[in-house]
């Protein structure tokens, strides 16, 4: 079946860090690859996405590639701020439809 | 357009109870899905409704069922309430079904089962 595995933290950073979440991936087809956000006592929020090889998925300066080669999937920010605090979530969704999810990592940003 | 909504956000029951929690999904969106959050397990898949039919489950016992209305809204009941099925119940809906289709999230409906 289909399987996320990613870095499950926690992940203590200061404010301007560089941040990288490690996310792969196992999977029959062709996926499309998910990063969730998730503040406490929220649900999910949608970060980016990318639905094919070699797309690249944007948002609030984050920014993650779909590489099939590697079968990853990494989340990447330059410069975090305080307000990025959260956990986050990688997660595929195949030909059966479903969001499979990795275990979450948990970020904390420090001033 | 307003987001997913889950009714209650809050509950506490009791075991061998049941509960039903509700989800409205974003307008013109037809396929709601329903998953579990527990520190334990994560993020589980429970199920899917398209169209007012279950077209996909995840491994979870009988005592979790659902249902979906003509009006794409949908219900998830679980009946004999255990210990263990204390979780966040998170439901997300999508315009259609397919792997690219992105699934958007409501706040949940966090149970607490005594």
């Known amino acids: 079946g289909n399987s996320v595995t990613q870095m499950e933290g926690p992940v203590t950073l200061s404010e301007e860090a560089f941040l990288t979440i490690n996310c792969t991936y196992t999977?029959?087809?062709?996926?499309?690859l998910f990063w969730y956000v998730q503040y406490p006592g929220e649900g999910l929020q949608l970060l980016l996405k990318a639905t094919k090889a070699d797309d690249k998925g944007s948002n609030k300066g984050f920014e993650a590639t779909y590489r099939k080669e590697t079968t990853s999937f990494h989340l990447e920010k330059g410069s975090v701020q305080v307000s990025d605090s959260a956990v986050y979530f990688c997660?595929?969704?195949?030909?059966?439809?479903?969001?499979?999810f990795g275990a979450g990592t948990t970020v904390t940003v420090r001033a | 357009k307003a987001g997913v909504t889950q009714t209650p956000r809050y509950l506490i029951k009791t075991r061998g109870q049941q509960v039903t929690l509700s989800c409205s999904p974003i307008s013109g969106h037809r396929s709601v899905s329903w998953y579990q959050q527990t520190p334990g397990q994560g993020l589980q898949f429970l199920f899917e409704?398209?169209?007012?039919?279950?077209?996909n489950k995840g491994n979870f016992p009988g005592r979790f069922s659902g249902r979906q209305f003509s009006n794409s809204r949908s219900e998830m009941n679980v009946s004999t309430l255990e210990l263990g099925d204390s979780a966040l119940y998170l439901c997300a809906s999508s315009f259609d079904r397919g792997r690219m289709q992105t699934q958007y999230f409501g706040p949940g409906t966090r149970l607490l089962v005594l």
């Open positions: 997660a595929l969704r195949g030909d059966d439809y479903k969001l499979s």
């Open positions: 999977a029959t087809g062709y996926p499309s």
């Open positions: 409704y398209f169209s007012e039919t279950q077209r």
